[in-house]
C-alpha cells in the first residue's frame, strides 16, 4: 500500500492533505527496458535533491519508443506493467507523484490498430483498476496524450474518463486535448484549456524559441516529406543541445507557470530519445554541443525554489 495520497482541492493538488505543486520531468520512454527502469529509479534521489517532485511515464511508449503497455485484448502488457509498478512504488518512497500515461497514438507504433472506442475505454478502465488494486494513489492518469488518439481515430476522451472512474472515482484522470476538460475529468494537462475549478499542468514544457519548433524540424531529422523517419540509425538530432535564448525561455515559461499555481514538467529530447542517444535519465550538462543535458533546467528550479 502506498504512503502517499493524492488529491485535488478546487484548482490545488495536495499530497497527504498538503498543498504539492508539481515540478517535474517527463520521462516518457522509461519502461523500455529493465535498464531505463532501473536507471530512472536509480536517479530518483539526484531528482529531488533538484526540487523535482513529479515524473511521467507512458505504456505506450512516446515516439520512437513504441512500447506496447497494452495487449491487444486491453489488458496491461505484464512486462512492463511489472516495470511501471517499481517506478511508482519508488516513487512513493520518495513522496513523488507520477503522471500515467495510456494512449499514445499518432506516430507510435504501439498502438492497436484494431482498437474502437469500446477499447480505448477498457484499456484505461484496465489501467485505473490495475492501480487501484495495488492502492497507487500517488498517480495522474493521463488518458490520451495531446488528444492524439481523439485526433486521429476519433475517440471521445470523455468516455475514457469515465471508464476509468468506474473502476475507481478516487483516482484522478486528466484529459490533455485543445478545449476544456470534461466535467468528470479531475486535473488538465498541457494542450487543455485551464479550467475555473481544476489544477492544470504543464505537462510537457518545451522553449519556444527553438528554430522550427522543438518537437519539429529542431529535433528531427529534416527529410521536408517525413522528418519522422531514421536517418542513419539516429532517432532526434540535438539530443540534449539547447541555445541561450532556448534556455531562457524555458527557464521564463516555467517560472511563469509556477509563480500562477500551475505545474510544470520539462520534457525534453535528453530524457525521451531511444537508444543509441537516450533515454537520458543521468542530468547530463548545460545544453551545449559538447556537454548535452538538463543541468541547467534543474538548477535552475534547485537555486529558485529548493530541493
Known sequence: MGKYVLSTQNTQFLMNGKPFLPIGLRCSNSLLTEETTD?????LDEYTGFGVNTISVFLMGSRFGNIKGYLENTELNPVYSTRLARIIEAADDRGMAVIVGCLYWEHSDAKWSSWTQEEANSAVHNTVRWLSENQYRNVIVDVDNEGMAR?????????????????????????????QPPVEADVALHFSDKAENKPYIESEGTPLKAPGNYWHYYSKNTDPNNYYRLVDGTNYINTGVYSDDMKENQIELT????????GYMLASTW????????????PGG???????GIRWWLKFIRDTYGA
Open 286 to 292: 548545460y545544453g551545449s554541443q559538447d556537454n548535452p
Open 151 to 179: 485526433r486521429n481515430a476519433g475517440f471521445d476522451n470523455r468516455q475514457m474518463v469515465i471508464a476509468g472512474k468506474s473502476a475507481d472515482s478516487d483516482i484522478l484522470l486528466a484529459t490533455n486535448y485543445i478545449g
Open 39 to 43: 536507471d530512472l529509479i536509480g536517479h
Open 271 to 282: 530524457l525521451q530519445d531511444v537508444p543509441p542517444q537516450g533515454p537520458n535519465h543521468q
Open 255 to 262: 517560472r511563469w507557470h509556477l509563480e500562477r499555481g500551475y
